[in-house]
Structures are given as structure tokens and as C-alpha cells.
């Protein structure tokens, strides 16, 4: 435990949640007219008829919008992501803690091709507000009639009931949502933050393009937080790691230690530029053997650096052609070692190979320096660095559901990264329980056979439940470790 848990003001109680009706009203007043174009709704939202609206408005949800829906409303833990973002709350009473909570910006967006709409700077000290706020946001995008019957709303050309994304920004000084009530408004604190995203290692990937992520490419990531974990651990002393698999095609690292989320933008740009390895500098990294490891134990042969023709030109690439004061073609003797090993098989034989044919140089050659930049090339972690470094950056929240892959983001313990499988998290659907295939109809065949087949899809699916649900609780159990 790393503090005194206070106790959640989680309560649920409809006097709370008339109030948070009238808070999403008000959001609606307040957006930004950048955030949102051509936003004309205006509402008339009588609060006796709160519930037989809101049963009109889920019967307007479609599927996909429901079940967004009820996963937001029966499934993600808001409890635990109240008690992990108020971790470093002021004082030891529940309101210190709430008063804290406040503070904190959230946003929540929607992704369409042709338009993103963004509300950002929501906050409330209550954890249930921010539910209703991607989840019940009745006025945001429906119509109440005068006779009382919700209408969808179109905004920019695509109608949209739920929100799909759901955002955590810093902690500022006063509560966002009364920013413009304020002389000042700025973020003090922030968690120290590291996105990392697989196509920026596109360059050095052959499994997967773009947003595609494998279990293979998924490893460069794991490699980057065992890198980045073992790096400011023992230079900044930092401990509270939390690692996070985006649903999509990132992993996201947030750092927690009161003295992590205090730091200001200069030293965050510091502390970036000193993670940063320049791999084309002659300065030579600790950290090689750590790179190397991976490098020799998967890269080669995961990425075919040898075996596939467009791969192999850039592995030579990487080899100079003129080095040093005798200028050694370094890149023609590599490619001699491998047209002498053309017949050996393993990729990481002919690697071993070039290896020692370039010691035999090491008079002339400073060879861990030549073997540093091939490594690093391949490995050094791709940081996004404005994440980093900047305050106002937000990062998605840990348990949201991706609106692309309707994976969940899920909380992986650094142990366990090297063998979590990107392709192997609950969906949306499969939290839910609900099965794709519906097709169980069979009129053609006999009583028996039918009771058969039910029988065994009936223990299948609950099998299959079971599953999903373990799978779900593992997860939700990691995230409370946090707390
Ligand atoms: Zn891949």
C-alpha cells in the first residue's frame, strides 16, 4: 500500500446524480467553439422525466453504442482509478482526496475518419460524475422533443450517442471544469509519462506495418520499459511504475512518486534528452549488453535482418564502408562473412559469425562501438518525447476501451511483459460476454443431435465466460496493486 487509503466518497444517490445531470448541462454550455463546430443544440431536459429519458435514449444506442454503454456503467473499475489518480492527494481526509480528484482534467473524445470531437478540461471531485460524463451524456447528442421523444443528433455529418475515449490529463491548480471563473489556471502536476508507440519502429519492423502490432513487434515495446524502468530507477529513484498496453499499437509507462509528478518542464526536458541514446555518437552506452541480449536472442531472427532481401540491405547499411584512419571497408567484410556462411541456416549463426571476423580486426577496429550502433539502430526505444515532456499532453485512461481494436487497455505487470500478447486481450465483446456467433440454429437435424450440440455450445460458451471473466478480474486485480 503507498498511502493511506482514504474512504471513496463513491456514493450513488439521485440527488448526486440530478446534480450531475446539471454539471453535463453545463459542460455543454462551456465547449469550446474549437472543440466543437456548428454545435447548435439547445436543450430543455426536465429532470422528473431523467429516467424515462434515459431508457429513450439507450433504445436510440446502436449495439456497439450499448455496449460501450453498459461497460462503462457495470465494468471499469472507477473506483480503482479514482483511488489510483488521487494517490497523491493533499492531507489524509476523504475530502483532501476528492478535493484533489478535482483537479485532475479529464477529456473525452469521439474518432470518426472524416472528424474527431474532443471536450476537454471535465472534472469533478466525484468519480461518478466523470462516468456520467463519457457515458450518460444524455443532451450531448440527442434532441428531446417537445413531446418529450429523443431524436438522434447529427454533428458534423455523423450521429454519435457515447463517447468512445476517455482521456486523463495533469492535476491543475484549480478544478478545470471552473477554469474560466479563475484569474489563473495552470497544471502543477503531472505523472511523468512515456508513450511509445510501434510505428515509430516501422523502419526496423518486417512482421507488421503501421498500426499493426504482433507479439514479436510487441517485444521492441517490452524491451523499451524494461530499458526506461531500469534507467530512471536508478538515476531518478522513481519506484511507482505502472505500464500500461494502449489497446492499439503503444505502450504507455506512467510514473507516479510524488517527486515524479512534480517535476517541471525543464527538468522532464532534461531528464528525455538524457534517456535519449544518440546511437550515431561515438560515446559508448552502459547499456549495450542489455540491447544486445534482445537483439541476438529475437531481433535477428523475428525481424529475418538476414534472411529478407530488403531487411538485409539495411543491416548492411549499418556496417560503414570507410572507417577510421585506414579507412576499412567494414560493410564489405561482413558481406563476405556472409556469402562464406550462405549454407548455415540460423540467421543468428551467421550474426555470431560476423561477430568473430570482425574481432580479427580489432586492431584497427573499435568493434563494440560497430556492434553498438548496429544494436541500437535496431532497438534504442522510439519515445514520443512531446508526451514526455509536456504537461498538457493527455494519455488514454488505463481499463478504456480502444475505439479502433475495441481492445481494452489493459495493466501489465513488468514481469509478465515479455509474454503478453498484444492479439490476446478482452475485447469490448468479449467482457460483455457476448457472443458473436449467433448462428445456433439447426432445424434439419434430429432432437438428440440438437440437444447435444446445445448442450456442449451451452458449456463451451459458459466455459468461454468463465474465461472472459477471470480475465477481466486478473487484470482489474493488477490494477488495484497500484493503489
Ligand atoms: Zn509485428
Redesign the pocket.
Given at each position: 500500500m503507498w498511502f493511506n487509503k482514504a474512504t471513496t466518497p463513491y456514493q450513488s444517490n439521485s440527488r448526486i446524480r440530478r446534480s450531475a445531470i446539471s454539471n453535463q448541462l453545463a459542460f455543454i454550455k462551456k465547449m469550446d467553439a474549437d472543440e466543437i463546430d456548428d454545435f447548435d443544440l439547445t436543450l430543455d431536459v426536465d429532470k422528473k422525466d431523467e429516467v424515462k429519458q434515459q431508457q429513450q435514449f439507450v433504445s436510440t444506442l446502436t449495439p456497439e453504442e450499448q455496449s460501450l454503454k453498459k461497460y462503462y456503467d457495470e465494468k471499469f473499475p472507477w473506483d480503482l482509478l479514482y483511488e489510483w489518480l488521487s494517490f497523491n492527494h493533499f492531507g489524509d481526509s476523504s475530502d483532501g482526496q476528492s478535493e484533489y480528484f478535482g483537479r485532475r482534467e479529464f477529456s473525452v473524445s469521439y474518432t470518426r475518419p472524416d472528424k474527431q470531437i474532443v471536450l476537454r478540461n471535465r472534472s469533478s471531485p466525484d468519480v461518478n460524475n466523470i462516468k456520467l460524463l463519457i457515458n450518460d451524456l444524455l443532451p450531448a447528442t440527442t434532441v428531446v422533443g417537445a413531446s418529450g421523444e429523443v431524436k438522434r443528433k447529427t454533428i458534423g455529418g455523423s450521429g454519435r450517442l457515447v463517447y468512445d475515449k476517455l482521456d486523463i490529463g495533469p492535476v491543475y491548480n484549480s478544478e478545470p471544469i471552473k477554469k474560466d471563473s479563475v484569474t489563473s489556471y495552470s497544471p502543477v502536476e503531472r505523472e511523468l509519462v512515456f508513450d511509445i508507440d510501434i510505428n515509430d519502429y516501422d523502419e526496423v519492423?518486417a512482421?507488421?506495418k503501421g498500426q499493426?502490432?504482433?507479439s514479436?513487434?510487441w517485444g521492441l515495446l517490452a524491451l523499451a520499459a524494461d530499458y526506461l524502468t531500469y534507467q530512471i530507477n536508478e538515476c531518478f529513484g522513481f519506484e511507482q511504475f505502472l505500464y500500461v498496453f494502449s489497446g492499439g499499437r503503444g505502450l504507455h509507462i506512467w510514473i507516479s512518486d510524488k517527486s515524479a509528478v512534480t517535476l517541471t518542464y525543464e527538468m522532464r526536458k532534461s531528464l528525455v534528452s538524457f534517456l535519449r541514446m544518440d546511437h550515431s555518437s561515438d560515446y559508448l552506452h552502459p547499456q549495450i549488453e542489455f540491447f544486445l541480449k534482445y537483439f541476438e536472442e529475437h531481433m535477428i531472427e523475428d525481424q529475418l535482418l538476414l534472411s529478407d532481401e530488403k531487411q538485409l540491405k539495411q543491416f548492411l547499411e549499418q556496417f560503414p564502408e570507410s572507417y577510421g584512419k585506414k579507412k576499412i571497408n567494414i560493410r564489405e567484410s561482413v558481406e563476405r562473412v556472409l556469402e562464406e556462411n550462405s549454407e548455415v541456416s540460423s540467421d543468428v549463426e551467421k550474426w555470431m559469425a560476423i561477430k568473430a571476423s570482425l574481432a580479427t580486426l580489432k586492431e584497427n577496429i573499435d568493434l563494440q562501438e560497430i556492434i553498438f550502433r548496429v544494436v541500437m539502430y535496431y532497438t534504442h526505444p522510439r519515445i514520443d518525447e512531446p508526451v514526455t515532456i509536456g504537461f498538457n499532453h493527455l494519455l488514454k485512461s488505463p481499463f478504456c476501451i480502444h475505439p479502433r481494436t475495441k481492445k481494452l487497455c489493459v495493466p501489465i505487470e513488468l514481469s509478465e511483459i515479455h509474454k503478453f500478447d498484444p492479439n490476446n486481450v478482452p475485447t469490448l465483446n468479449s467482457i460483455l460476454n457476448i457472443n458473436q456467433d449467433n448462428n445456433n440454429n439447426n432445424n434439419n437435424s434430429n432432437q438428440m443431435d440438437i440437444d447435444d450440440e446445445s448442450n456442449n455450445k451451452k458449456k463451451k460458451k459458459s466455459k468461454n465466460q468463465d474465461n472472459n471473466t477471470n480475465d477481466f478480474q486478473r487484470y482489474r486485480k493488477q490494477f488495484s496493486l497500484y493503489n
Open positions: 519492423r512482421c507488421c499493426t502490432l504482433c514479436k513487434c
